[in-house]
C-alpha cells in the first residue's frame, strides 16, 4: 500500500495541472509567518480557511506565529533549531543570517523548481530580475515576496490641513515644510509628524527627497559611496531636527514601538507619516470603519520637487518584501527531505494561484468577505471572522504572478490614487545600486553598521547629539566595518561593469 501511495503521488507530482489533494492523507507542512497585531485572536485549530485551503491543496498547516517585533531575532534563533519549520519567511532576503545560512546549506536550492514552468506555472511567472535580487552566488533559495514598487512616500490628514489653513498640492520640498508647520500649530498637544523607534524608513523618505542616495550612491568618478557622505543626507535630518526642535514630533519617538505606530494617526495624535502609501487607504477604510468617518480625509503625496525642480523619490522596496525559504533536512536537524521537496515546492506554487490567493488573502465568502453587487470582494461587517479565521494569512501570499484572486477587492477612489502614484513615481524612484551585490562584511556586520546608522540618526534629529556627534557616529562605522563594506561593494560593482 505504502509503494502505492509513493507511486500515486509521484505520478501526480509529475503532473503540474493535478493537485495533490488526491492523496488519502493531508501532507503536514510547518510554517513560521510574521505576527502583527491583528492576529491576536486567530484560531487555528477550528479553521474553515485553513481546512478549505487542505481540502483543495491536499496540505494541512502548521502555522508558529512570530511577532513582527521579534521576528528576526526568533527567525536566527530557528537557523540554530535542531527541528526548525518547514517553511519560513525571511523578512530580508539580503540579511547575513540567511546569506550565510543559505550557503551553509540550512535551505533548498529551488533554482531548477522556478524554471519549471509544466510543474509549478506561477512560481515560473515570477519576475527574473527579482529573482536575481535575491539569488546567492548565482542560486535561487527563496520565492520572493511581492510588493508594490516603489511604494514608499507621505501622507497626511487633509483635514486637519484644511482646518489649518494649507489647501494645495504638496509640489515641493518648501509645500512640504509649509504642510508640516500648518499641521504642527493645530494643537500643543499633537505632532506633524508620526515617528515610533523604526526611523530608518522616515530618514530614507526625507533624505532622498533632499537628493541623497537609497542605501548607497555612485560618485561622478563611478565608485559606490554610503548614502549619508551625501550632503543631501544631512539636509533632510536637518529638516526632521528642525521639526522635532518645533515640537513636531513625539519627544518619545525613539521608543514607541514600530508595532503600535498606527496608534497616534487613529488616536488623533500626529497628522503625517513617511512611509508605505497604502496606508493611505488602509487608514481612511479604518477611520470608516471604526469611526464612521463620511469624507475624505487621508491624502497621498506625489512627485516632490527640490529647489532645482528634479525630483528624487525613496524606493520602498526592490520590487519584493523578504522570501519564503524551505528548510533543508540535514543529518543535524529535521526539516524538508529530498523526497519531500517536490510536495513543498508545489504548495509553494498553489499559493501564488488563484485559489490559493484567495483564500489567503481573503478566506471564505459569506465568513470573512463578501461580494458587493459590483462584483468586489469585501470584509466590511465581518472583521471579527477576518481576524480570527484569515488574520495574517497573506504572510504566505507571495504573489509571484500577479494578483490573480478573483473576486479582487474593491479599489476606492483612494485605492486607485494609490496604483496612480505608483506609476507617477516610479520615474524618479532611487534605487540601490548595490542590492544586487555581496559582501561578507555585510553578512557579518551590516545588521549592526545599520544599527548604528540608525541610532545616529535618532539621536541627531532628537537632539541628544550635535553634528560633531554625528560625525563621530559616521567614523564610529567606518571603523568598525563600514569603510571595509564600502570597499568590497565598489569591488562588486566595478567587477559587474567589466
Known amino acids: 500500500m505504502k509503494k502505492l501511495l509513493a507511486l500515486v503521488l509521484a505520478l501526480v507530482l509529475s503532473l503540474g495541472a493535478v493537485s495533490f489533494a488526491a492523496a488519502d492523507e493531508p501532507f503536514e507542512i510547518t510554517v513560521m509567518l510574521p505576527q502583527f497585531p491583528t492576529t491576536n485572536d486567530f484560531d487555528p485549530n477550528n479553521n474553515p480557511v485553513l481546512d478549505k485551503i487542505e481540502e483543495l491543496s491536499g496540505v494541512r498547516l502548521k502555522i508558529t506565529w512570530a511577532p513582527n517585533s521579534e521576528y528576526e531575532t526568533l527567525f536566527n534563533s530557528m537557523l540554530a533549531d535542531k527541528n526548525p519549520p518547514m517553511v519560513v519567511v525571511a523578512q530580508d532576503a539580503r540579511a547575513a543570517t540567511v546569506l550565510t545560512s543559505a550557503r551553509k546549506g540550512a535551505f533548498w536550492d529551488l533554482t531548477d523548481f522556478i524554471a519549471d514552468a509544466e510543474n509549478y506555472p506561477y512560481l515560473a511567472q515570477g519576475n527574473a530580475g527579482i529573482y536575481n535580487n535575491i539569488s546567492i552566488d548565482g542560486r535561487v533559495y527563496g520565492i520572493f515576496r511581492t510588493r508594490d514598487f516603489p511604494r514608499g512616500g507621505a501622507y497626511y490628514r487633509v483635514d486637519i490641513a484644511k482646518e489649518m489653513g494649507f489647501d494645495k498640492e504638496v509640489t515641493t520640498i518648501d509645500d512640504l515644510t509649509e504642510l508640516a508647520e500648518k499641521l504642527n500649530a493645530y494643537s500643543p498637544d499633537t505632532y506633524a509628524l508620526n515617528m515610533c523607534e523604526y526611523v530608518e524608513g522616515t530618514?530614507?523618505?526625507?533624505?532622498?527627497?533632499f537628493g541623497a542616495p537609497n542605501t548607497w550612491g555612485i560618485d561622478a568618478d563611478g565608485n559606490v559611496f554610503p548614502a549619508h557622505q551625501s550632503p543631501a543626507y544631512l539636509e533632510g535630518l536637518n529638516w526632521l531636527r528642525n521639526l522635532y526642535q518645533n515640537k513636531g514630533i513625539d519627544p518619545n519617538f525613539i521608543t514607541a514601538p514600530s508595532g503600535s505606530w498606527n496608534d497616534a494617526e487613529r488616536n488623533d495624535k500626529a497628522f503625517?507619516?513617511?512611509?508605505?502609501?497604502?496606508?493611505?487607504?488602509?487608514?481612511?477604510?479604518?477611520?470608516?470603519?471604526?469611526?464612521?468617518?463620511?469624507?475624505?480625509?487621508?491624502?497621498?503625496?506625489?512627485?516632490?520637487?527640490?529647489?532645482?525642480?528634479?525630483?528624487?523619490q525613496w524606493a520602498q522596496n526592490p520590487g519584493f518584501s523578504g522570501e519564503v525559504l524551505i528548510n533543508k533536512k540535514t543529518s543535524s536537524r529535521n526539516g524538508v527531505s529530498e523526497e519531500d521537496l517536490p510536495k513543498v515546492v508545489k504548495f509553494l506554487d498553489w499559493c501564488n494561484g488563484p485559489e490559493g490567493q484567495l483564500l489567503l488573502n481573503g478566506g471564505l465568502e459569506n465568513l470573512t468577505y463578501k461580494v458587493d453587487a459590483d462584483g468586489f470582494r469585501s470584509n466590511e461587517g465581518l472583521e471579527e471572522a477576518n481576524d480570527k479565521y484569515v488574520a495574517n494569512l497573506n504572510q504566505l501570499n507571495m504573489g509571484v504572478a500577479g494578483d490573480l484572486a478573483k473576486p479582487g477587492v474593491k479599489r476606492t477612489a483612494l485605492r486607485l490614487r494609490y496604483y496612480d502614484l505608483l506609476a507617477e513615481l516610479t520615474p524618479y524612484a532611487v534605487s540601490n545600486p548595490c542590492?544586487?551585490?555581496?559582501?561578507?562584511?555585510?553578512?557579518?556586520?551590516?545588521?549592526?553598521?545599520?544599527?548604528?546608522?540608525?541610532?545616529?540618526?535618532?539621536n541627531y534629529i532628537a537632539g541628544n547629539i550635535d553634528e560633531a556627534g554625528l560625525r563621530a557616529m559616521w567614523d564610529q562605522w567606518s571603523e568598525e566595518g563600514g569603510a571595509r563594506m564600502t570597499q568590497e561593494y565598489n569591488d562588486a560593482y566595478h567587477a559587474a561593469q567589466q
Open 272 to 312: 503625517m507619516r513617511f512611509d508605505c502609501l497604502d496606508n493611505t487607504h488602509r487608514q481612511q477604510e479604518w477611520f470608516e470603519q471604526n469611526k464612521g468617518t463620511t469624507d475624505i480625509i487621508w491624502k497621498a503625496i506625489g512627485p516632490v520637487a527640490k529647489a532645482d525642480g528634479t525630483i528624487t
Open 203 to 209: 530618514v530614507m523618505y526625507i533624505t532622498i527627497l
Open 435 to 458: 542590492y544586487p551585490f555581496d559582501s561578507q562584511t555585510y553578512v557579518n556586520y551590516g545588521k549592526q553598521l545599520q544599527t548604528l546608522l540608525n541610532d545616529a540618526a535618532a
